[in-house]
């Protein structure tokens, strides 16, 4: 199973509400991650946890939250967002480095889900 | 900090033509991937290029990897209209406050529109 899910699949929401993104997989992968990707963009790294702890967080602004419940699992929590924080919102699992010491090696494909399209109105 | 360059941005070409996409980057990086995106859908993997010298083929794509002259292409042979999507090389660096993640630095993209 190489399959990373996503819901839901597209959400409106007001600047004041708040909303969750949800991720899943069951690859085994210890490395998931969270990307924002605009209208003919390419995606932006946000978010990374390693091995359920937050190992990246691309300068993004307080208004998103991720957590990491357990290692199938990654949430994007949404709070008083703007009208620009509209844009696809795509999760991705891999393999995590931790889990091969320290010599590289294979592939660290990530896996990606099929995306959150997010409105901010 | 690792830049990648892909160019050309936009490519209109014709069924049964052949064209390459390139891909720079700026560092070290031994790990070179392609993905196909079509419009409003997400990633999906083409090729995974782990080795200088790597060349893998998967239909009318063939894409190569030379890590010393930090260098993608992805190769389109004899163009169809299903090939047309926008396509992203993606190169890796290690991350992280624990080292161990990966973090895609993704080119721009080449929009790929095949004619009749």
């Known amino acids: 199973d190489t399959e990373v899910t996503q819901t839901p699949k597209h959400l409106v929401m007001g600047m004041t509400n708040k909303k969750s993104l949800k991720c899943e997989q069951h690859?085994?992968?210890?490395?998931m991650y969270w990307y924002k990707q605009k209208a003919k963009k390419p995606p932006e790294l946000m978010f990374v946890?390693?091995?359920?702890?937050?190992?990246i967080n691309e300068s993004v602004p307080s208004r998103f939250s991720p957590e990491c419940p357990n290692s199938s699992l990654l949430n994007l929590h949404l709070h008083a967002l703007q009208p620009e924080d509209s844009a696809l919102y795509l999760c991705?699992?891999?393999?995590?480095?931790?889990?091969?010491?320290?010599?590289?090696?294979?592939?660290?494909?990530?896996?990606f889900g099929p995306g959150t399209r997010l409105t901010v109105t | 900090e690792l830049k990648v360059e892909q160019n050309p941005l936009f490519l209109s070409m014709q069924e049964g033509k052949n064209y390459t996409i390139y891909c720079n980057y700026s560092?070290?990086?031994?790990?070179l991937y392609w993905y196909r995106q079509d419009p409003g859908k997400s990633l999906e993997s083409l090729f995974v290029?782990?080795?200088?010298?790597a060349v893998k083929q998967e239909g009318r794509l063939m894409a190569s990897l030379d890590t010393k002259a930090r260098l993608s292409t992805l190769h389109i042979t004899a163009a169809v209209h299903d090939l047309s999507a926008t396509y992203f090389c993606?190169?890796?660096?290690?991350?992280?406050?624990?080292?161990?993640?990966?973090?895609?630095?993704f080119g721009k993209g080449t929009k790929l529109t095949v004619n009749p």
């Open positions: 991705a699992s891999s393999q995590d480095l931790g889990q091969r010491g320290t010599l590289r090696w294979g592939s660290y494909e990530q896996y």
């Open positions: 690859m085994g992968h210890r490395a």
């Open positions: 560092t070290t990086s031994d790990r």
């Open positions: 290029l782990l080795s200088n010298g």
């Open positions: 993606a190169v890796d660096m290690v991350g992280g406050t624990q080292g161990g993640s990966e973090k895609l630095v």
């Open positions: 946890y390693s091995y359920e702890k937050l190992s």
